[in-house]
């Protein structure tokens, strides 16, 4: 939607096919009774002054400006997230407090005298933190969330997503010579009075108003490739089968799906390969309609522990206070699976009990007698999954991609980077000049590769924040 809306303003002829019923994507809210749910924990933290000016002219007065509370529940304790060292000492037993305050300092020593080699999520954690501060927080958390063990998750998962302890700074909070909260990870920032989607809505709005075309429902069924251009892009919208010719396409599909409509039916047995190992992990969402004012303080609570079902709950008020009715308030508790398991297919009463049981263990008493209604949402690409060497298949699609010379894949899915949304519309803005520089015609497979790579630089994507 960013690249049809920079296009339209300069009088391109845009059109965009959205596959769902509603635009925005991963980034879309749905409306119920008044209750707003976005389809994750989305925020607006953007280090590009000309991301920044669009939204803000966009949403003007509508866009708020708003400050994160998160927390980790464990054993019955909330510890601040991220995760703090000194916190986490003090909020779990003391004896378990000891030996993760003991593993820390013991790998720090280990790894300046004998520093070892590590390729995974495991390995990476543990070096940095300690076997018990992995064992407590990371290593169960991440398997629920990602559905394999860590050991088999690639490091640069790790290196992107969690901030490093100063093991000055951790010292002297445990002594009580440092106090407040960690500022590694981005606090402030800004989100629309009406859900994530308001971003994305009032761009659809302004793209039309440019003479820009909008396809929602549309589903992608192929592309006609021929000489290495996209001619014509095939979708089915209801029951219709189209087709609409084109000089250029900026895709945000699944990167594997690109690859095989662009290869036919039969690929290269590498590619194949390739296209099989880069996986998603889905999310099934449970929404839940509350009539109470408030569930808790906290913008979202992570559950490491792999007894409860959810990963996350986020109350949507504290984004937004008119996510809700007056006094009334939402749950949005976040589920990850694979599409069609056991979780993903469930009944959906059963997922609402079930939530509600964890909930009530988690100390959440009177939640099923406030519920107001309840109702579930999928997202089947949610989390590119970041196997060991999802690199090297990562980079021989993308290399396929390249060669056909007037698309270009972008996006979370179709760039395979998990990237949130800001980085997402970047990649929008820059393809859509790329293409405006050359009119439809890239320079080189290099160009529109990079657009795929933007803001990869190593560290971290969040300024300084941890996981999903």
């Known amino acids: 939607m960013t690249a049809a809306l920079t296009l339209a303003r300069v009088g391109a002829e845009v059109t965009v096919l959205e596959r769902e019923q509603r635009v925005g994507g991963l980034c879309g809210t749905q409306e119920r009774r008044g209750f707003r749910f976005d389809l994750g924990g989305h925020r607006f933290i953007s280090r590009s002054g000309e991301l920044q000016s669009m939204i803000r002219d966009l949403l003007g007065e509508d866009l708020l400006l708003r400050t994160r509370s998160s927390v980790v529940l464990n054993g019955g304790k909330q510890v601040r997230y991220p995760l ?5 000492a003090r909020k779990v037993e003391l004896s378990r407090g000891a030996r993760v305050v003991a593993s820390y300092l013991k790998e720090q020593v280990r790894q300046r005298v004998l520093p070892e080699s590590e390729n995974s999520f495991e390995e990476w ?6 076997r018990e501060l992995y064992a407590t927080f990371f290593g169960p958390y991440t398997e629920k969330l990602w559905g394999i063990p860590p050991s ?6 790790a290196s992107q997503r969690i901030s490093l302890l100063s093991l000055s700074d951790v010292l002297l909070r445990l002594v009580g010579l440092r106090r407040g909260g960690s500022r590694s990870c981005a606090r402030r920032y800004l989100y629309p009075r009406l859900g994530i989607g308001q971003i994305f809505e009032r761009m659809a709005e302004e793209m039309v108003s440019h003479g820009g075309n909008l396809n929602i429902g549309a589903r992608v069924t192929g592309l006609d490739v021929h000489r290495c251009r996209v001619r014509s892009v095939r979708y089915q919208q209801g029951e219709r089968e189209m087709e609409i010719a084109c000089d250029a396409v900026v895709s945000t599909m699944a990167l594997p799906q690109v690859v095989r409509m662009i290869g036919g039916r039969t690929l290269p047995a590498p590619l194949e390969r390739s296209a099989r190992e880069l996986r998603f992990r889905g999310i099934r969402l449970c929404n839940v309609l509350l009539d109470l004012p408030e569930v808790s303080p906290h913008t979202w609570m992570y559950v490491s522990d792999p007894r409860y079902l959810m990963t996350r709950i986020q109350e949507p008020r504290q984004r937004s206070p008119f996510a809700a009715p007056p006094h009334q308030t939402s749950l949005m508790l976040e589920i990850p699976c694979d599409v069609g398991d056991a979780v993903w297919s469930a009944p959906e009463q059963a997922i609402y009990d079930r939530c509600m049981d964890d909930l009530s263990q988690l100390g959440f008493s009177g939640l099923r007698d406030a519920t107001l209604e309840h109702f579930s ?7 590119p999954i970041y196997h060991l060497d999802y690199q090297r298949d990562r980079t021989r699609l993308l290399g396929f ?7 270009i894949t972008c996006g979370r899915q179709g760039a395979f980077r998990y ?5 997402a519309m970047e990649m929008g803005i820059a393809a859509a000049n790329a293409l405006l520089e050359r009119n439809g015609h890239t320079d080189s497979a290099h160009n529109r590769l990079s657009i795929a790579e933007l803001r990869s630089e190593r ?7 941890l996981t999903a």
Request: charged letters at 25%.
């Open 84 to 88: 703090e060292l000194d916190d986490v």
């Open 125 to 130: 954690v543990t070096h940095r933190f300690g």
């Open 152 to 157: 088999q998750i690639s490091a640069d998962w």
């Open 377 to 383: 949402s999928f997202v089947e690409e949610g989390y």
């Open 401 to 407: 991609v390249g060669d056909t010379k007037n698309l």
């Open 419 to 423: 990237v949130f949304m800001d980085t």
């Open 459 to 465: 560290g971290l994507v969040e300024t300084h924040a």
